[in-house]
């Protein structure tokens, strides 16, 4: 996203809508919507982008913004629409910057020792909130991870949506003092 982009927070309602869009039946609604955003993930891990779940997200909010204006007139199958706006956010994507990717570890016990101590200084220099998000976002695996999430979420009192905007920026923030950590310290 560009700094000159604003940070739209998806709306209780305008999610709504987007499952009543999908169907009226809130049941079939939401069997919709998670066939929909796999498919995305699948289409965006496909192309080989580094986090088709936040690029799937970012569509489907993007979609649900734009339900109110074609609800009325859209015609044909809904999943092809999030496949066009998906098409676009794979563009932007592909014209971002790439963040900055740690080094490549062998099996050098030295070098993982040198990464982990840069990590808790650069864990230290975040702000308590931020560190408290980033290691509890990163604390579990699978279900229990989503689970997680949303409480993560309904604690900050924002989306999951933007839960995984803040994650990403944060260990974008990591990962970029990480690198120059490893660069400038002498171990």
Not at 132 to 154: C, F, H, N
Request: aromatic share 6%.
């Amino acid at each position: 996203m560009s700094p000159a982009k604003k940070l739209h927070i998806l709306r209780q309602e305008e999610f709504d809508r987007l499952l009543s869009w999908l169907d009226p039946d809130p049941r079939r609604a939401g069997l919709a919507y998670e066939k929909i955003r796999w498919r995305l993930i699948a289409i965006l891990a496909a192309r080989g982008c580094r986090s088709p779940e936040e690029l799937a997200d970012e569509t489907i909010d993007r979609v649900a913004r734009r339900v109110i204006d074609i609800q009325d007139s859209y015609v044909g199958d809904k999943a092809i629409y999030f496949l066009g706006v998906m098409n676009n956010v794979h563009h932007e994507y592909l014209k971002r910057p790439l963040p900055p990717r740690l080094p490549e570890l062998n099996n050098d016990v030295e070098a993982k020792e040198n990464t982990h101590l840069c990590l808790e200084k650069c864990l230290d220099k975040l702000t308590a909130n931020s560190r408290r998000m980033i290691e509890r976002y990163y604390a579990a695996d699978k279900q229990a991870k989503i689970d997680l999430r949303k409480r993560i979420a309904t604690e900050f009192g924002i989306s999951l949506g933007t839960l995984r905007l803040r994650a990403l920026r944060i260990r974008e923030k990591l990962q970029a003092c990480i690198e120059q950590c490893l660069q400038m310290e002498p171990f």
